[in-house]
């Protein structure tokens, strides 16, 4: 997987081209700096997310954690097993979270915005 990952990174740099995280952190910050705004502006405000959303921010931050654990996981030396364990987990406790905070069963909603897509 190491190998994998390293044969596509330097084929893209071969190329010059950025890779999805690259390509998506500056539309990301600048999301980030609206709400950094918005916070100090409106303190007070309700930002009323829609359900896609809000199920697209709880994505983005798991694909970054996830992002992040890889390098982890490469600096301990974790072989497959263990990182698929360790990813499963966090996925499993981010979802406790959510819920426990929110009421909203991650699994669900991400079911319901899919179908609600299909729909359209």
Same mark, same amino acid.
């Given at each position: 997987?190491?190998?994998? !990952?390293?044969? %596509? %990174?330097?084929?893209?740099?071969?190329?010059?081209?950025?890779?999805? *995280?690259? /390509?998506?952190?500056?539309? =990301?910050?600048?999301?980030?700096?609206?709400?950094?705004?918005?916070?100090?502006?409106?303190?007070?405000?309700?930002?009323?997310?829609t359900?896609?959303?809000?199920?697209?921010?709880? !994505?983005?931050?798991?694909? @970054?954690? #996830?992002?992040?654990?890889?390098?982890? %996981?490469?600096?301990?030396? =974790? #072989?497959?097993?263990?990182?698929?364990?360790?990813?499963?987990?966090c *996925? !499993?406790? @981010?979802?406790?979270?959510? =819920?426990q905070? +929110?009421?909203?069963? +991650?699994? /669900?909603?991400?079911?319901?915005?899919? !179908? *609600?897509?299909?729909?359209?």
């Amino acid at each position: 997987m190491k190998e994998k !990952n390293e044969r %596509q %990174q330097s084929i893209r740099e071969m190329l010059g081209e950025p890779t999805f *995280g690259e /390509k998506f952190s500056a539309p =990301l910050h600048a999301i980030s700096v609206c709400i950094w705004e918005r916070k100090a502006n409106m303190p007070n405000d309700k930002p009323c997310y829609t359900d896609e959303g809000f199920e697209a921010a709880v !994505n983005l931050f798991f694909d @970054v954690i #996830l992002d992040r654990m890889y390098d982890y %996981q490469e600096r301990l030396g =974790l #072989l497959g097993p263990l990182r698929e364990k360790m990813a499963v987990d966090c *996925g !499993n406790d @981010v979802r406790r979270i959510i =819920l426990q905070y +929110t009421d909203v069963d +991650t699994r /669900k909603l991400a079911r319901d915005v899919m !179908n *609600g897509l299909e729909k359209e």
